[in-house]
């Protein structure tokens, strides 16, 4: 099952039991009339304002909160030709207040802000150096004159004090959306800084955000995905903004802004008949109405200016471009389609679902499973002016780009042939279905469903009637489809690796500014005396929730029932991993590519699919997961197919020799990603040392040296050992456990587990430096310190600590590196606690800087980690927002099992929240300061560096401590 965005069409069919017309009706006893399409089980109801502000509401009881998105209608396809990267700067802007938000006197504050706006459109106009510097110069010094009448974060930490969650915002080519995860008792209050904080744009803290943005900038260098689809929009896009500018920006741009021209986009599209407020949760819609009235009501519609698309030239012949950068090689394909109001697009998920569903598409089955690449995948995007759709394939050792293209391009030619069995398109309809029941229990699913419809401008109706085209579309119409489409039109983005030659934004001389943390503006003070209804937490209970039966073999059966969809889960779990032996991952892996004595690896994948069903079998360090999933309905057909897999799987030698050559393969090519380098080898170096869990793998001999026929043992074999069984679906307790009982072979005494192999965490006696060099334009730095054996007893103060000081918008160490010192656009810290008791708190902080920065960085930082700054009122929001957020919290029953697991491994078989919720009140900032001096302040750590070595000064590194430049074997093993 291919789990990936899904284009609108796709994704609303399946919540709807049967089509209608929409119909504005009052009903259900509702005050007001709503537009609603009958048989839509995510209850959405749309109204809009006499202004044109339109709502979308979806009703969801689950849990007392709201998923909030506040869209706009416009994007970076809409940015001034001469400003591009202006609606994703505008989108940061946003959370800088306005004349009533985070300013303590905005008459001042406003004449400076003019002055500063004036000497930018100055220096768009010149050209020489020495007097944009001057004028630079002069913006630095007004910006620390006018940042002493700014609140910074005032926003955030106003949002943070109500108990919001995902607190941020993006931009693309055509939207811009504004997101939070709200306790619905707090909706009126989150309405009040909503509607005042898009009344107007205050263009304030202007020159350290924008600092932020060339770091993101920056950081959009560093990525070769990103690169290869800037490549490929600009090749498919030659006169529509899609491809001719992208939404980060040039670097040219970046560096003239211009403040006039971005109050001017916003007060010409934030306007409210180009905007849309999205609500999915625990909502009563006519008081929802009212509230919304109530605060945007007053908002003044006014005409949006007309975005005119640039009209393409038909692609005749495949275009070709190279990207370089220091990731591992891929090749990207690309078409170009008509937009969301083409009568056919509709059937581009039924084709990209054909080719590629994760498990039986001719891409999955034809090229990754027959191991003739590396890895493939393909996808579809439908936009307003055009579509796209994107084939994209990684090489196996020793092949060539070209031959993976070529690969690609003949899966499209079956379907265009015909090549392709006809229940495949029911199959692929079913495969959808399952993947939307698992998804709408979730708020964000919901809202980025309506959130599609409002910037798409598709109307309901539409929307919820394409279940019947769907269902109507035959093998010949998707054939007829892939070849009105699929010609000789495309776009090919080889991405080799090697040295990129990527531009970054010099580093500007700023100021630090001041930061008020200690004052509130009027609005912020009056927004604290708003009274909202508080609300009672609800805790797990593990043993009334979870029911708890004896299979044969004495194997526990837990069992939660899905209340939500018609899906289920079944999973066997053993208690053993990679840690207890080597070779089982591979024999897992290895299994994905084998059949049995009755079916090929091939028929097994079509016969599950077919079924609604899928499996997999994963081996962690210390556990063994084997998971089938899928309908409901499938159930005892899923298990006794299931079980024949693991009890009559055969050996294959080609799959396994293939299997090892893509193992090394892959081995090499995570050696290429940075992610992969800092977050994963160097990470278990910092944790761990020489011996770290990430090396304890099979060499290359010892893969080459094994016999297929002893890893399929393994897996036939796994259930053999002792393990427990969880199941969560429909069916009742009895009922599974008999399907099991009689399904589910075992010995009558199960083997013991293999023990695990001991990794022992590292104590920090000082300070040391790991590098690794990277050719890359920034630096990344992880700083790592061992703050002793896990204590529940720290678990309260530990939860506030990290809202106040280091996670999220409003805390201290965002504030200080970001907003009043501008070194990097991402900066957290936190005190971290362990997954198991027998493991340690860790102190963990991260800043990713331009490399000429990283000085500047790490002295921020440690001042921060070694003198925490106390704000009373911020400390006290953010003990409000950890209470109200435990107060609104309820696990999913999908999760249920999974948190019992968890607090089991703490040795708990209780919720925690229970025990910390009434010591969270008892909190006082004397309690932090303590807590901060006894296991933070003056701490010894380990830094974890990756960057380019011809530009990191090593002098920077000798400061922080003794260095060591590590090589990439020898933090990875390999």
Known sequence: MKLKGLTLITIVFFIVSCGGDTKTETKNNYKYEYESVEGDIINTLIYTLDNGLKIYMSINKDEPRIQTNIAVNTGSKQDPSDATGLAHYLEHM?????????????????????????????????????????????????????????????????????????????????????????????????????????????????????????????????????????????????????????????????????????????????????????????????????????????YKSKEVPTFTPGVEDEITEPEYATVIGSDAAFVNIGFRLPGVKSEDIYMLDLFDGLLNNGQAGLIDLNLIKAQKVLDAYSSGDIMKDYSTFELSGNPREGQSLEEVKDLLLSEIEKIKTGDFEEWMLSAVIKDFKLQEQQRIQYNWARASIMTDAFIKGTDWSEIVNAKEKLSKVTKNDIVAFANKYFKNNYIVIYKETGKGDNPKVEKPEITQVQLNRDTASVFAQNFAKMESTRMTPVYDDYKAEIKEEKLNANIPLYHVENTSNETFNLHYILDMGSYSDKEMALAVEYLDYLGTDKYSANELQLELFKLGLSYSVYAAQERV?????????????????????????????????????????????????????????????????????????????????????????????????????YYYGREDVETVKTLLNTNHKT?????????????????????????????????????????????????????????????????????????????????????????????????????????????????AIMELMNDMPEVEDQFQGAKIAALKKIETSRTKRSSLFWRYLSAKEMGRDYDLNEKIYPQIKNIELKDLKTFFNTNIKGENYTYLVIGNKKMVKMDVLKEMGEVQELTLEEVFGY
């Open 747 to 859: 010995p009558e005494t199960l083997k013991p587990l293999i023990p695990a192999k001991e990794f022992t965490e590292l104590t920090m006696e000082n300070n040391k430096v790991y590098f690794v060099d990277y050719d890359m334009v920034q630096s990344e730095v992880m700083m790592l310190s061992n703050a002793g054996a896990y204590n529940q007893d720290l678990a309260a103060t530990t939860n506030v600590f990290n809202e106040y000081f280091g996670s999220g918008l409003s805390s201290i160490v965002f504030q200080e590196i970001r907003e009043s010192k501008a070194l990097a656009y991402s900066a957290y810290a936190a005190f971290t606690t362990p997954r198991k008791a027998n493991k340690s708190h860790f102190i963990r902080a991260y800043v990713g800087t331009q490399v000429d920065k990283l000085g500047d960085a790490k002295i």
């Open 94 to 298: 946003v959370f800088k207040g306005t004349s009533k938000i985070a300013t303590i006197d905005w008459e001042s504050e406003k004449v400076l802000l003019k002055r500063i706006s004036d000497l930018y459109e100055k220096r768009r106009t010149v050209t020489d150096k020495t007097e944009r510097k001057a004028i630079y110069h002069q913006i630095d010094s007004l910006s620390g004159e006018a940042a002493k009448f700014a609140v910074p974060n005032e926003y955030d930490k106003m949002i943070s004090s109500i108990g919001a969650k995902g607190t941020n915002a993006y931009t693309s080519s055509e939207r811009t959306v504004y997101i939070n995860d709200i306790p619905s008792n707090e909706f009126e209050k989150w309405l009040s800084i909503e509607s005042e904080r898009f009344s107007e744009l205050v263009l304030r803290l202007f020159h350290t955000e924008l600092e932020a943005v060339y770091e993101e900038y920056n950081r959009s260098r560093d990525n070769d995905y990103w690169l290869a689809y800037e490549a490929m929009a600009e090749k498919l896009f030659k006169k529509h903004t899609y491809g001719t500018q992208t939404t980060i920006g040039t670097s040219e741009h970046l560096k003239n802004p211009s403040m006039e021209k971005i109050h001017q986009y916003f007060n010409e599209r934030y306007v409210p008949n180009n905007m849309a407020i999205i609500l999915s949760g625990d909502l009563d819609p006519d008081n929802t109405i009212d509230l919304i009235k109530k605060y945007f009501g007053d």
């Open 625 to 725: 997961y084997v998971t089938l999933s899928g309908l409901d309905e499938s159930l005892e057909e899923g298990i006794k197919l299931f079980e024949h897999i693991l009890a009559n799987v055969e050996p294959n030698q080609e799959a396994f020799e293939n299997g090892v050559a893509d193992k090394l393969k892959d081995r090499a090519d995570t050696k290429l990603n940075k992610g992969a380098i800092l977050y994963g080898g160097l990470m278990n170096y910092g944790l761990y040392g020489k011996d770290s869990p990430i090396k304890n793998i099979l060499s290359a001999d010892e893969l080459k040296a094994l016999d297929p026929n002893n890893l399929v043992a393994k897996i036939k074999e796994l259930t053999s050992y002792e393990h427990y069984i």
